[in-house]
């Protein structure tokens, strides 16, 4: 069992990647093109819901933006995930370099949302299994 302090960061960490969520979410329903703002919040929401699982099951989750790092560092632990969050390593470029340089890359709304989604989701069920 995480110990409470444990589990208040993996619920903040949580709150953090809903919102991201949230924030992806009106953005994509808006049909001008927020590709980069979209990407960058969905992938921010499975990166803070990884952190938010890692964090609950106290390994230290490094400053990272990489999905993929983090998935491997899940998986090294033993820890199950969705098929949905292990495919989405792809929403690591919009993490930074979308933002910061001009590619002409048209981000997929439906998986990055359902990504998003699957992630906080799982979190949140981890999570509450904690309480």
Not at 14 to 20: G, H, I, N, Y
Not at 35 to 59: M, N
Not at 85 to 104: F, H, K, N, Q
Not at 109 to 122: E, I, K, N, S
């Amino acid at each position: 069992m995480p110990r409470p302090e444990y589990v208040g960061l993996a619920e903040l960490l949580l709150r953090k990647a809903e919102s991201d969520l949230a924030v992806a979410r009106v953005l994509a329903a808006d049909p001008d093109p927020h590709d980069d703002a979209i990407g960058f919040h969905a992938q921010q929401a499975v990166e803070k819901a990884l952190k938010a699982v890692l964090t609950l099951e106290q390994i230290e989750a490094p400053r990272t933006h990489d999905i993929t790092f983090l998935v491997e560092l899940l998986d090294q632990h033993q820890i199950e995930m969705p098929a949905t969050l292990i495919a989405s390593e792809w929403l690591g470029p919009w993490a930074v370099t979308m933002r910061y340089d001009d590619i002409e890359e048209v981000l997929d709304r439906t998986g990055a949302l359902d990504a998003a989604l699957a992630a906080t989701v799982w979190a949140s069920g981890r999570i509450d299994g904690h309480r």
